[in-house]
């Protein structure tokens, strides 16, 4: 099983109105090339995206929001799993690409290649729903689940060391930011960015103070 | 912190719209923390780490919530990269400024001479609150001061609060 095919998968499998927070790396650029979502945040801060799209599900708990992970990124901020499973939101999914190595810089082993269990760790910070998958089908399954089944759902996805011949993303976190906002705020009538400032002066203000009043 | 300014935070909270709060309780503002738990307006949720805690703050802002991190000052050394990373998603920090001028806890000392060296670092625009009939409005200002840089902002009680 390779992370593209999971990618391909997911693309496949989900509404256009769900919340994606996306890792960063090759994962990144695989997520970009499948096709632009207003709907989805990339982040580039290992150790964020878990916690990030906690937050998120948080927020809007009435919308979908699926954290797409990996192994790296997650284990640099292990405790936000704590958290996770303390709110248990109902409406989150978090997917975790595992290839047991920091794939986009070289390959270096993580944690993962020599003994740590995610799957476990997030069954013991109190993440009940949580399981390991390293075939298509079980993916697919797993997948349909985090993105429709009443959370919070961890799914450890085992995948090949693959990177996916594929054209970088070009945009940085702030063109994401601003599409990302904009999209949230058309699709929940709410406003995120406040305007410079409320309320303008009369024109006339100055004849009326002068005499030319 | 003193129980009268503890209210006042909550008070210039609640004046701010600021209802959700990531939280890692530490000495200086457990009476803030106190209040915040028992106080219906407010949605806490307490994290183990304060890099955990921006960032949840961080998706909250993306959901459109108004929230804010309280925590001690030393939190802002762990959550140094998560901020630096996390550019442009405005995360509000409400910090006990241990080690300031008057601290008598050796321990703190560090923490008084890292914070704003880190703050300046990170171009995160800050202000101390040192008196009591500041304290709500620097709260307000400090929502405002987000809003316009589009990026974190600091608050720092200092000991005379305390």
Not at chain 1, 106 to 135: E, F, H, N, Q
Not at chain 1, 197 to 212: K, M, Q, V, Y
Request: proline residues 5%.
């Amino acid at each position: 099983m390779n992370r593209l095919d999971c990618l391909k998968v997911l693309k496949e499998l989900m509404p256009d109105d769900t919340l994606v927070v996306v890792t960063l790396g090759v994962t990144t650029d695989e997520w970009y090339d499948l096709g632009h979502r207003d709907a989805t945040m990339y982040l580039p801060a290992m150790g964020t995206i878990t916690p990030v799209s906690l937050g998120l599900a948080l927020a809007l708990p009435h919308r979908r929001v699926v954290a797409l992970d990996s192994d790296g990124s997650l284990l640099l901020s292990l405790g936000s799993l704590t958290v996770v499973g303390s709110q248990a939101p109902k409406n989150l999914g978090v997917i975790v690409f595992d290839n047991g190595c920091y794939e986009s810089i070289g390959g270096a082993p993580t944690a993962t290649a020599t003994g740590t269990d995610l799957a476990m760790v997030a069954r013991g910070c109190g993440i009940k729903d949580s399981a390991s998958v390293s075939d298509d089908g079980a993916f697919r399954a797993a997948a349909k689940r985090a993105l429709e089944e009443p959370g919070p759902i961890f799914v450890v996805a085992r995948i090949k060391r693959s990177i996916a011949k594929v054209k970088p993303k070009t945009t940085d976190i702030f063109e994401d930011k601003y599409r990302f906002v904009r999209y949230v705020e058309k699709t929940e009538g709410i406003e995120i960015l406040s305007p410079a400032g409320r309320g303008r002066r009369d024109p006339n203000d100055w004849n009326a103070a002068t005499r030319g009043g | 912190m003193r129980k009268d300014a503890a209210v006042l935070v909550v008070e210039g909270l609640k004046v701010a719209g600021i209802n959700h709060l990531t939280v890692l309780s530490e000495s200086w503002l457990f009476e803030v923390h106190r209040h915040l738990e028992n106080d219906p307006f407010f949605t806490i949720v307490p994290v183990s780490n304060e890099g955990d805690g921006v960032s949840i703050c961080a998706g909250m802002w993306l959901g459109g919530k108004r929230c804010a991190i309280l925590m001690e000052n030393s939190g802002l050394r762990v959550a140094c990269e998560a901020l630096a990373r996390l550019q442009g998603l405005p995360v509000l920090m409400l910090m006990g400024y241990r080690g300031d001028w008057g601290d008598p806890a050796w321990w703190a000392t560090s923490m008084g001479a890292t914070t704003e060296p880190l703050l300046k670092a990170l171009h995160i625009p800050y202000s101390i609150v040192r008196r009591d009939d500041e304290i709500v409005s620097k709260v307000g200002q400090a929502v405002k001061t987000q809003n316009a840089y589009r990026s974190h902002a600091a608050l720092l009680f200092g000991g005379e609060l305390m």
